[in-house]
């Protein structure tokens, strides 16, 4: 008998095909909402009009957009990669502290105590800043923190536990471990991170008064620019064949490791990228939202990004930033108008997902429309 050679060909990507028409389109749409529309509807419609949109509205957005990068940066972990973190919080709180502790010290003399230490120093009795404020004065080696910090800790971690080849429902324990005693360290007072009220009564973002319409304006603009970029990026990588080797280590590691790949390196890799992501949307938040405290660390913070990855629909891409924009415009709506029925609602919700919509959202969107056109016949 002659041996008979049988290769498998997954498609590879087309270099420079990062989207198809259809897909430029949404995004040249998407910036034209966010650089345009918004800030005219904002800032030169007036209060009176139907077509004016309102602070609350512009913040709410922008607080929601946050949350989208998060969805999108748990989508690259969980959706590509099989690696379901519940710790994510986590690095999204650290992203705000930081953030949070150069608005801080733009407060200045204007705080109750009219002291260069922020409030909550003085009314502790400290006499001078603690070491893990020493680049706080300044706003440039914040945002080098914003990036450094999370990424460390992610590296730090993911390395000894992709190393020990810890995965499924234990890494996702090991992760919320990790974010729940993270948020007991920052609960206690003497760590020099606020406590329980952590950072709140921000003035100033580089000289400029945060109250004002046009700053709010600008960080909503960056915030969307952000999302967007983040979005292009995440669709490269899972275009490239970086991306690819992923998605074979979330279906069949073993043989990933068998065909001579290091699984090891391509995890830590998109785990450490995914925390930074989340590091950013926290640096995003903290001044759009007026405040940081450790409950952005808590369980429930961490378990509603994956929710909105799931709702959203996994390994999409565009599945976890519905999801975010679903669940969060509801949980607005609920807690308005009905807020004894919010934390019901999105147990249904999730329990629905779990058991009827697995592709989530976008799943169903897609199933809908293959419905709708006729049938491709050969």
Not at 163 to 190: D, H
């Amino acid at each position: 008998m002659s041996a008979t050679r049988v290769e498998f060909a997954l498609p590879t990507p087309r270099r420079g095909l990062l989207l198809n028409r259809a897909g430029w389109l949404a995004v040249a749409a998407a910036l034209l909402v966010v650089t345009v529309l918004v800030p005219v509807l904002h800032l030169l419609v007036p209060a009176d009009s139907m077509f004016h949109m309102s602070e609350y509205s512009v913040a709410l957005i922008g607080k929601i957009m946050c949350y989208a990068i998060c969805a999108l940066a748990m989508d690259l972990i969980w959706g590509y990669t099989g690696i379901l973190s519940l710790g994510h919080g986590l690095f999204f709180a650290l992203g705000g502290y930081a953030m949070g502790m150069t608005l801080m010290r733009e407060i200045g003399r204007e705080g109750n105590y009219k002291s260069d230490l922020p409030d909550f120093m003085v009314f502790l009795d400290w006499k001078e800043l603690p070491w893990q404020w020493a680049w706080s004065d300044s706003f440039a080696l914040q945002m080098l923190l914003v990036v450094a910090v999370p990424g460390l800790l992610a590296l730090v971690f993911g390395y000894f536990a992709f190393r020990s080849r810890i995965k499924g429902v234990y890494f996702s324990i090991i992760t919320q471990a990790m974010t729940f005693a993270a948020m007991l360290l920052f609960f206690r007072n003497e760590t020099g991170f606020g406590g329980n009220n952590g950072f709140t009564d921000f003035k100033r973002i580089l000289g400029v008064p945060l109250a004002q319409p046009s700053t709010r304006t600008v960080l909503f603009v960056l915030t969307g620019l952000t999302l967007i970029g983040f979005y292009l990026m995440a669709r490269a990588i899972v275009n490239s064949k970086f991306g690819r080797v992923l998605q074979a280590i979330r279906d069949a590691e073993s043989r990933v490791m068998f065909t001579g790949y290091d699984p090891l390196s391509y995890k830590l890799a998109i785990w450490v990228l995914s925390a930074v992501m989340c590091g950013v949307a926290g640096a995003l938040y903290v001044p759009q939202v007026g405040i940081i405290n450790p409950g952005e660390m808590s369980a429930a913070a961490s378990i509603e990004i994956a929710i909105w990855t799931a709702v959203g629909g996994r390994a999409s891409l565009i599945g976890p930033i519905v999801g975010a924009f679903f669940v969060n415009g509801a949980k607005s709506w609920f807690t308005q108008m009905v807020p004894e029925f919010w934390l019901y609602f999105l147990g249904a919700l999730f329990i629905a997902v779990t058991l009827y919509l697995p592709d989530g959202l976008v799943g169903l969107a897609r199933k809908f429309s293959k419905k709708q056109r006729p049938e491709e016949r050969a």
